[in-house]
């Protein structure tokens, strides 16, 4: 099969492997909402596709910020839970979330930044999300299944 070539000239994407230091401090809160703030985001989506992740914090990126992008496909992966996500973010600036459920679930999880380690890590199989879009707009919602798998992993990256 032939793999479509992408138009912009190929970029290295510059990702911490542990323990890099970037990886163990919690990331800067992020305060201002601007065009940098877009580009920012847009770089790091570009660096997910380009590495074959499902999500990425800004700390893997040596990016100070506490932003994570995830991509939108993950929603769709399971549709047992695809139907009951609320909110359905592909960037999450300043994320967190509480557990609202006592069931746990266990998955083996992957991360870029932890090359050819598998994991597997027991969470909460539901969460409520707090996060704010690239405008500032803060959103409120559910989150079950990988795309809650992920989000969770992804946060875990800015604390
Ligand atoms: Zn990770």
Not at 25 to 44: G, I, N, Y
Not at 50 to 76: C, K, N, S, T, W
Not at 87 to 96: E, G, M, Q
Request: proline share 6%; glycine share 4%.
């Amino acid at each position: 099969m032939i793999q479509p070539q992408t138009k912009t000239k190929e970029k290295q994407v510059r990702l911490a492997i542990w323990p890099h230091p970037q990886l163990k401090k919690p990331a800067q809160k992020v305060t201002e909402f601007s065009d940098k703030l877009v580009d920012t985001a847009a770089e790091m989506t570009a660096a997910m596709r380009h590495l074959h992740g499902i999500g990425l914090a800004g700390p893997q990126l040596l990016i100070d910020q506490a932003i994570v992008v995830v991509d939108p496909l993950i929603y769709y992966a399971d549709e047992r839970y695809a139907e009951k996500n609320e909110v359905k973010p592909t960037t999450l600036i300043n994320p967190r979330y509480e557990s609202n459920i006592d069931i746990t679930t266990k998955t083996r999880e992957r991360c870029l930044s932890f090359p050819d380690v598998f994991v597997d890590i027991e969470r909460p199989a539901s969460i409520n999300l707090t996060f704010q879009d690239l405008s500032g707009k803060t959103i409120n919602g559910d989150l079950f299944g990988l795309a809650e798998v992920d989000i969770q992993h992804e946060i875990n990256h800015l604390n």
